[in-house]
Every structure is written in C-alpha cells, then in structure tokens.
C-alpha cells in the first residue's frame, strides 16, 4: 500500500506549458517535502511545508499543501528543460520517524 | 543547506567481495542518518535507519547480515554490502536528519553510490 500517491506518474510537456505535480494521502503529515533527483544524482530538497493551507513559492514553482496536511501539490509555470527531472514527494507523519515517499513524477520538458 | 557526502559514487565490483559504502555529514552532526536504495525509473526505498552509538533499524525484508550498517560517529555511517550477487546491483543513495526549529524536520541526501556487481 502506497501511503503517499502521486500522480502524474510520468509527464512529457512542451517548454513553455504550465504542470500540476499531486501528492496524496489517506494521512496526516506533520510536514512534507518536495525533491528534484537528475539521473545519478540524489535528490535535492526543494521545499518544506509544515502549516495546513501553506503556499511557497521557488521562483517558477509554487507548493501547496492541503488545509488537512493530507496532499499536497507542485505547479511550474512556464516549464522550462532544465525542469526535467524526478519529482518526490515525501512526508514525516506526526509521532513517526521515518520519512515516506511518494512513488515520484518523472517530468520531461521538450524544448 | 547542509552537505552530505558519500563514497564511493560508483564502484565495480565481483560476485562474492564486499563493498563498503560511506555518508559523512559534512557541516552538521546527524544523529540519524538513513539507507535507501533505488531502482531504474523507481522511487526510494529505505532500507534501514542508522542511529549514532546503537544497532541500526532495518526495513521488513532487508537482510541485516547482507547490509551491514555502522554509524560510528554523529558524521559518518556506513554500509557493507556483504557477499555481493548481481541482484544487489542498485543505486544506494543515504541521507541524514537534521533538526529544526517550528516542527521541520530536515532531511539531506547525498549524490548516491551507483554499485555494479559482476
């Protein structure tokens, strides 16, 4: 059972083009966080949202996350190649100590 | 952000040596550092959780006597992949926790060790 589900699983897009990333779950997470993994590389956190209902934006990349601190999503407007990449979601539940991971976006940006 | 680093990031190896891999944090202390091993075109999988000074926690079906794990120090963990076969061929990625402050908890990773075994 996949406590994190995320979907897309893959999305190949135009650059230019706006993308939705979505991250849900049955649970509660204290916080979750957002990667980007390049092949070869480990992933390389991005954001970290611990309030229900907060919005952080990375300069094309706004993260959101639910008022229940159940889902959460990513949006990249005006996509860009260098976007391209695995996307994860992963969040800490509440009183857990391991981090769980969504089965990741893999995202392709075409020039 | 913090750094973590590890070492090898790739090696080559035969069916039967041992491979040790190290993840040292290199501007913070970390308490815990954690093992995950991923896939092709897969997600993350943990495989244990390495506390400093104690017995490191495995995941349900990760063979401890296969992967062993020792965090000597609050920067330095590592993982001895014994009697290697093929099958252990993956992409071995650790990270380390490092607290914060208004409930985050943070969560470095390193740049992976690609393991090959022949």
């Known amino acids: 059972t996949q406590l994190l589900e995320q979907s897309p699983q893959f999305l190949s897009i135009q650059e230019g083009e706006n993308l939705t990333v979505y991250c849900n779950s049955s649970s509660v997470f204290s916080s979750l966080q957002w990667y980007r993994q390049e092949p070869g590389e480990g992933p390389v956190l991005l954001v970290t949202?611990?309030?229900?209902?907060e919005v952080k934006k990375l300069k094309r990349l706004t993260f959101q996350f639910g008022d229940a601190r159940k889902d959460s999503s990513l949006h990249i407007t005006a996509a860009q190649p260098g976007d391209t990449g695995l996307y994860l979601c992963a969040g800490d539940r509440t009183g857990g100590f391991k981090t769980i991971f969504g089965a990741g976006t893999r995202l392709f940006v075409k020039a | 952000g913090a750094v973590v680093s590890q070492h090898p990031s790739w090696v080559i190896c035969k069916s039967g040596t041992s491979v040790k891999i190290e993840c040292r944090s290199l501007d913070f202390q970390a308490t815990t550092m954690f093992w995950y091993r991923q896939f092709p075109k897969q997600s993350l999988m943990l495989m244990a959780t390495s506390n400093e000074g104690s017995k490191a926690t495995y995941e349900q079906g990760v063979e401890k006597d296969k992967f062993l794990i020792n965090h000597a120090s609050l920067t330095l963990s590592t993982l001895t992949v014994t009697s290697a076969h093929p099958e252990d061929s993956s992409f071995y990625i650790c990270s380390a926790r490092e607290g914060g402050t208004g409930g985050e908890e943070t969560q470095y990773f390193g740049p992976g060790t690609r393991l090959l075994v022949l």
């Open positions: 949202v611990v309030t229900g209902g």
